[in-house]
Structure formats: C-alpha cells, structure tokens
T-cell receptor, first 112, second 111 residues
Framework: NAGVTQTPKFQVLKTGQSMTLQCAQD?????MYWYRQDPGMGLRLIYY???????DKGEVPNGYNVSRLNKREFSLRLESAAPSQTSVYFC???????????FGPGTRLTVL | DAKTTQPNSMESNEEEPVHLPCNHS???????IHWYRQLPSQGPEYVIH???SNVNNRMASLAIAEDRKSSTLILHRATLRDAAVYYC????????????FGSGTQLTVLP
C-alpha cells in the first residue's frame, strides 16, 4: 500500500496563476482532509470530506476549492494564487470516526 | 474545541524516558485525547489516543489524569528518531472528527 500520495511535491507559482493539488489514498478510507502549515506553525484545516460526495469548509477555506472525485481522490484548487498561500499543504485520510488520520508527505508551494 | 497548553520545547537524553505534558482544562466529556508527532519535513503521524483510561501501544503510553484536564505522553526509551514536534489534540465527537493542531512541543533528543 502506498498510503496517502500527493502530487506535486514542490511547486512555484506566480501571483494570479491557478493550480490543482492532487491527493489519493489506497486504504479505502471514507474521510479525507486538506491542511496547510505555515512556517513554525501547526496545521490548519482548509476543507474536509466526511464521505464520498460531501465536502465542508474547515478553518481557512478562503481562496480554495475542493473536489472529492471519488472515494480515493480529493483535490485542492487554487483559482488565483496569492503570496499568502505560500505554505506546505498536507492531505490526510481516515477510515472511521475513532480512527487515526494518515497524512501524505506534503506539497511545498511558493507563490511569488 | 478544547484549548491545549504544551511546553514549546523539551530535551531528553537518548535511551531515557520522556514525559511530554499537555493541559486541556476545557476538554468536553466526549473528547478523545489524541497525540500526533511530526518529524522534520514530513507529515504528522499518529502516536496514540485515549478517552479516560491509560493506554499503551508499541510507540508510547498515554497517562490521562482522573479529571481529564491533563495528559502525559510517555516515550519509554527515547531514540534520535523520536526528535519531532509532538501535538496533543482533544478531538470533538462527530462524523468527521477534525483535528485542531496547536503549536506542539519540539522534542530534542541528545545522543
């Protein structure tokens, strides 16, 4: 099992450009999450999907959209990137309500 | 979500036990106490969680105070690989069980 995979690993964007971060899990988990982590800070939840077909906002959703494409895949889109979105983005998944979250390796995004 | 207080940093010698404290005085009765850790340049990884009783697994032990206002993560023999940021996270019940990460405790393990 690959667990949670994220692409790309690194990305540099110019202000105003758009891009989609991809996340996939092969553990048949129901719930998936997108977090961002700014330097020296803890993770903050952007969006989550409790199950296939549903998505909900987290703590910092502004400037982002998500798509739960199927049970395996959960993508995060930046429509018009801003320097404030420079961060490390982590995707995570979880099987059930009382189970742990499994995290991907992260995407390091720089917006110039 | 319950607020947590953890030391910013702690040091330990290799092969000695480490006790990482966490205060969560506003925890609700149904919140589980989760611990995650984040090694340098990696995503967080689950360590342990519990509700009321002390818990043990292959990675660590979790001691929960009787009033549940504090807990302690115990690493029985610290190794260099245990150097990480440790997060204590009371998680509210609900179908999504979101995790709210604070700033955690940076553990340094000295050889």
């Amino acid at each position: 099992n690959a667990g949670v995979t994220q692409t790309p690993k690194f990305q540099v964007l110019k202000t105003g450009q758009s891009m989609t971060l991809q996340c996939a899990q092969d553990m048949n988990h129901n719930s998936m999450y997108w977090y961002r982590q700014d330097p020296g800070m803890g993770l903050r939840l952007i969006y989550y999907s409790a199950s296939e077909g549903t998505t909900d906002k987290g703590e910092v959703p502004n400037g982002y959209n998500v798509s739960r494409l199927n049970k395996r895949e959960f993508s995060l889109r930046l429509e018009s990137a801003a320097p404030s979105q420079t961060s490390v983005y982590f995707c995570a998944s979880r099987w059930g309500e009382y189970n742990e979250q499994f995290f991907g390796p992260g995407t390091r995004l720089t917006v110039l | 979500d319950a607020k947590t207080t953890q030391p910013n940093s702690m040091e330990s010698n290799e092969e000695e036990p480490v006790h990482l404290p966490c205060n969560h005085s506003t925890i609700s009765g149904t919140d589980y106490i989760h611990w995650y850790r984040q090694l340098p340049s990696q995503g967080p990884e689950y360590v342990i969680h519990g509700l009321t009783s002390n818990v043990n697994n292959r990675m660590a032990s979790l001691a929960i105070a009787e009033d549940r206002k504090s807990s302690t993560l115990i690493l029985h023999r610290a190794t260099l690989r245990d150097a990480a940021v440790y997060y204590c996270i009371p998680a509210s019940s609900g179908s999504a069980r979101q995790l709210t990460f604070g700033s955690g405790t940076q553990l340094t393990v000295l050889p």
